[in-house]
């Protein structure tokens, strides 16, 4: 084990971080910019990590009718599990967590997180910070600061997950650790403690002072500056 750290509480966004959807996330997308006539691919780059509505209110017409343009999505959204699957070693480590230190923080509606969640075989989370449940979404930190307060950890001693420079910068914004699940074209590692592919060169002990996190040998490691120490 090549290093080890302790933290409160592990804090995961969901799509390219727990399970992989970018397929069926691409293809309503791309329906979507179709139906308003905005270049799919600025879209498609501009989406990731954030809220559907931020992404609709930033392409849609002016004087288009966001709240309906949003339900349109929604609905093309949960008709669609086509490829959903969850990202390697993801659901042994979920399963392997103490309830109360553990939460997913999404851009997502709360309906279709928990779709997609089901449909990648995943362990329903504890605690699921939806786009529902909070009125800025990233790059601001409210969705991990929201979580970090529920279960009654500072944001400091917790450990983000995440895939998307919205994401991080979320994670980073709220004081807490960041690791960069690899996956999302054009996101660099900058802040981040390491970057992984998957789950299974992790190796994670709850105990009674946390969760114990050990990369294993080879993990690319980053700024550790902060981190609690095993």
């Known amino acids: 084990m ?29 329906a979507w910019a179709d139906r308003i006539g905005a270049p799919a691919e600025d879209v498609l780059h501009y989406l990731h990590g954030r809220p559907a509505r931020d992404t609709i209110a930033r392409f849609a017409p002016q004087g288009a009718d966001i709240p309906a343009e949003v339900a349109w999505l929604d609905a093309r959204e949960m008709e669609d599990l086509d490829g959903i699957a969850a990202i390697a070693g993801a659901a042994d480590l979920l399963a392997a967590l103490p309830a109360d230190r553990w939460a997913v923080v999404t851009s997502a509606n709360r309906a279709l997180a928990e779709r997609r969640i089901a449909a990648a075989g995943l362990p329903a989370p504890p605690l699921l910070i ?53 996956g999302t074209p054009g996101v660099g590692r900058s802040g981040a403690l390491a970057s992984i592919t998957g789950y299974l060169d992790l190796e994670v002990k709850p105990g009674p002072d946390g969760l114990w996190l050990g990369f294993a040998s080879g993990a690319p490691q980053g700024d550790q500056r902060g981190a609690g120490r095993a």
């Not at 090549?2 to 970018?22: C, H, K, P």
């Not at 450990?159 to 914004?173: H, I, K, S």
């Open 130 to 182: 939806s786009s529902d449940d909070v009125r800025r979404g990233k790059p601001h930190p409210e969705g991990y600061l929201r979580a970090a307060r529920h279960l009654g950890f500072g944001p400091a001693r917790c450990l983000v997950f995440e895939d998307t420079a919205a994401g991080l910068q979320a994670g980073r914004a709220a004081g807490a650790q960041v690791i960069h699940v690899l």
């Open 2 to 30: 090549a290093e080890s750290l302790t933290f409160d509480a592990f804090l995961f966004d969901m799509d390219g971080t727990i399970l992989t959807s970018i397929p069926a996330v691409e293809r309503a997308w791309t």
